[in-house]
């Protein structure tokens, strides 16, 4: 595809979003030239697997949900199928370590009076989770949404762990809309998790759909670091470790003409030296990818410390002076180059084309087009909201 012809892409972080980030494009664009950059010796991020004495020992993520299509499309490019390994039922024993002992995660109504995990005003407090007050605010934190639900002491003894098993994080800073949408969808549709809980497991039964909705915890036979190994042996030289990148600056040469290649957009410093880089992929964590890109912001940022109606008006002036740099280069550019830019934003959208109604996607195109004004007369984007 011409499009992609030439193309380099830089990815920066090798952790699995960037490794399966550079796999998709390759699957879909063999001809890009895509670079991993990953800071540390090894790749895989968080994910790290060590065989101990017959043991395999994970210091990051034991498992994955084997609900997600395309995780399990992934394992099967990369030829690990032979290699899955679904968590054992006969394991599915969860414990909690509280006042000093290990107490099994009562999973029957009958366990759930006994357990000593709970105190009896905590028990009684999620008996009263279907007249729990509203939601007030829209994103609230995970362990907001359980104190609201099913009270203090629940939500520290049961949520936190379990936060902290899948997310390693902290319940109270991370969203519930954006962890778990499906608990949201549950108190929307039926006003309480109880009933809602209730309502989804006789559908189920009904229905006999097949695994329950929260998908099985699927590993490898040697670990998570199997499919770190799958796709870093696939991806060979795409994959480079001990380089960081410390900055991405954009390239300042414009390009208005429709024979002349438009060069790189971007220039990626790097602690080895830099490189250019038609587009850039940041997969590291995202407030250390903020640092990155400070100077793309740069003017922006300035906007960022006025406050009251100067900053509204200042906000305005932005995004009127945005759309009027993009209508002077569009008046710039010859009737041939704005051919040729909306013959790439329709190659683009192609794929999207049939699922898009037809006024949604004459603005796509538009914005397309605009983002490839954009990037040949290498503009800043300044609006800002
Ligand atoms: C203890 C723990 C247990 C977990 N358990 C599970 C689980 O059981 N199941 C599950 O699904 N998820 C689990 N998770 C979450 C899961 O591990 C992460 O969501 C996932 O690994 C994140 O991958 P990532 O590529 O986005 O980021 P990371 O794994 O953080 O990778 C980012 C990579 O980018 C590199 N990097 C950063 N900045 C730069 C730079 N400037 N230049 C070059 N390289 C850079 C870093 O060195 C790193 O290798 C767990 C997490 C932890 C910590």
Redesign the pocket.
């Known amino acids: 595809m011409v499009l992609y012809e030439n193309k380099r892409i830089v990815i ?7 490794l399966s980030t550079a796999w998709a494009i390759k699957q879909r664009a063999p001809q890009v030239d895509v670079v991993v ?4 010796p090894r790749p895989g ?3 790290r697997t060590e065989h101990i004495d017959g043991y395999v020992c994970e210091s ?5 949900l084997d609900t997600a299509p395309a995780t399990m499309t992934l394992v099967h490019e990369l030829g690990l199928g032979s290699r899955l390994l679904p968590s054992n039922d006969h394991a599915r024993r969860r414990y909690i370590f509280r006042n000093g002992r290990l107490s099994e995660v009562p999973t029957s109504p009958g366990a759930f009076l006994k357990t000593p995990l709970l105190s009896t005003r905590g028990k009684l407090r999620i008996l009263c989770e279907p007249f729990a007050s509203a939601r007030r605010d829209d994103d609230e934190s995970i362990s907001g949404f359980a104190t609201r639900r099913i009270g203090r002491e629940a939500a520290a003894v049961f949520v936190d762990p379990m936060v902290s098993g ?3 994080g902290d319940a109270a800073a991370l969203s519930l809309k954006a962890c778990f949408p499906k608990m949201r969808q549950i108190e929307d549709d039926h006003g309480s998790l109880v009933r809602g809980l209730i309502a989804t497991r006789r559908t189920r039964r009904r229905t006999d759909t097949p695994g329950a909705p929260a998908g099985r915890l699927t590993s490898f036979t040697g670990g998570m670091s199997d499919l770190v190994d799958g796709l870093t042996r696939r991806l060979g030289s795409v994959v480079h470790t001990s380089i ?2 410390t900055s991405v600056r954009r390239n300042h040469t414009p390009t208005l003409s429709p024979t002349q290649s438009p060069g790189r957009a971007y220039d990626v410093t790097t602690s080895q030296g830099s490189l250019d880089a038609d587009a850039v992929v940041l ?3 995202a407030a ?1 990818s903020a640092a ?1 890109v400070r100077e793309l912001d740069a003017v922006r940022g300035k906007a960022k410390t006025v406050r009251g109606d100067a900053r509204e008006i200042l906000l305005d002036r932005l995004q009127e002076l945005d759309a009027s740099l993009i209508e002077a280069v569009r008046a710039q550019c010859g009737g041939e180059t704005l051919e040729k830019l909306a013959a790439e934003a329709d190659e683009e959208l192609r794929p999207f084309r049939a699922r898009m109604p037809p006024e949604a996607y004459q603005q796509s195109h538009r914005a397309c087009v605009d983002r490839l004004l954009r990037d040949r007369a290498r503009l800043p984007t300044i609006a800002y909201e």
């Open positions: 920066a972080g090798g952790g699995i979003a960037g950059l990953e800071r540390g991020g968080n994910i990051g993520p034991d498992g994955f899948v997310y390693a960081a990148v997969s590291g964590p250390e990155i």
